[in-house]
T-cell receptor
Framework: EPEVTQTPSHQVTQMGQEVILRCVPI?????FYWYRQILGQKVEFLVS????????KSEIFDDQFSVERPDGSNFTLKIRSTKLEDSAMYFC?????????????FGDGTRLSIL | AQKVTQAQTEISVVEKEDVTLDCVYE???????LFWYKQPPSGELVFLIR??????QNEISGRYSWNFQKSTSSFNFTITASQVVDSAVYFC?????????????FGEGTQLTVNP
């Protein structure tokens, strides 16, 4: 069964450094998402992306964050200048269509640790 | 604004017991979708079930069943004859039809521990 893949599985970065988290969505999916989960807390929406532009973003997704689909397969989340509070698990998800009833398929996540 | 509440923080049962996880949601939309996801100790999020707001028929899928009641804004999930491998955090989530991008709003999660 096709799945969403995320790399790396664990990223350790010094505070203030830029980090790029990578995702390969399921090939026929058109809608892409990033979520984050601070340790022990709930999963929070960051941003959704369709047709090469952001569809919606949450208040968490400030100017330090950006997303890009640099080619036909990858979907990236960039944090420009990381802070300690950016430490979390970051999940990428994708879904096939525009309708909300389509289940979002999640990758295994990237654990980001900011030192 | 949408909101999902899972009042049960932790539940502990003995193997083979049935267990029900509660979920209450808030939304102003008339068309919305509800989901349950499982997060095992390995950390990934696994889709379990989905229900849309205009279909209140409750179903059973293997050991899983759900009870969707619009009148009480509840979407409860039951595992029958629980097994140790069911131990995980379970998240209820809501998606609203009018919201572009179809963001999922998650509850706080319920940690289920099934003891042998």
């Amino acid at each position: 069964e096709p799945e969403v893949t995320q790399t790396p599985s664990h990223q350790v970065t010094q505070m203030g450094q830029e980090v790029i988290l990578r995702c390969v969505p399921i090939s026929n999916h058109l809608y892409f998402y990033w979520y984050r989960q601070i340790l022990g807390q709930k999963v929070e929406f960051l941003v959704s992306f369709y047709n090469n532009e952001i569809s919606e973003k949450s208040e968490i997704f400030d100017d330090q964050f950006s997303v890009e689909r640099p080619d036909g397969s990858n979907f990236t989340l960039k944090i420009r200048s990381t802070k300690l509070e950016d430490s979390a698990m970051y999940f990428c998800a994708s879904t096939v269509g525009a309708f909300s009833n389509q289940p979002q398929h999640f990758g295994d996540g990237t654990r980001l640790s900011i030192l | 604004a949408q909101k999902v509440t899972q009042a049960q923080t932790e539940i502990s049962v003995v193997e083979k017991e049935d267990v029900t996880l509660d979920c209450v949601y808030e939304t102003r939309d008339t068309t919305y979708y509800l989901f349950w996801y499982k997060q095992p100790p390995s950390g990934e999020l696994v889709f379990l079930i989905r229900r849309n707001s205009f279909d209140e028929q409750n179903e059973i899928s293997g050991r899983y069943s759900w009870n969707f009641q619009k009148s009480t804004s509840s979407f409860n999930f039951t595992i029958t004859a629980s097994q140790v491998v069911d131990s995980a955090v379970y998240f209820c989530a809501l998606s609203e039809r009018e919201t572009s991008g179809s963001r999922l709003t998650f509850g706080e999660g319920t940690q289920l521990t099934v003891n042998p």
